[in-house]
């Protein structure tokens, strides 16, 4: 992969300093070709990584398919 961006937008109102929405960009650059016969079906999976050190998914991105340039809004 040539690159992965992550594009961060926080908002917060009033004084306590909480946060009141997330919005999360993913933009992939350059993937490698997966598919036989053609390029990839990209997806990002979130996972929560818990006391032990294992790992638990939280959330999968819908599928990209047939891209090496993916992006997920």
């Known amino acids: ?6 594009q961060l937008e926080i908002n917060t109102t009033g004084d306590d300093g ?6 999360a960009a993913f933009y ?3 993937l490698d070709r ?7 079906d990209p997806y990002i999976v ?3 990584v818990r006391e032990d050190g294992s790992r638990a ?3 999968q991105s819908p599928v990209q398919p047939n891209t090496l ?3 997920w809004p």
């Open 57 to 59: 998914p939280v959330w």
């Open 28 to 30: 992939a650059r350059g």
């Open 18 to 23: 909480a946060v009141d929405s997330l919005r």
């Open 69 to 71: 340039n993916p992006q």
């Open 1 to 6: 992969m040539s690159s992965l961006d992550l």
């Open 34 to 40: 997966k598919d036989v016969m053609g390029n990839s």
């Open 46 to 48: 979130l996972s929560q």
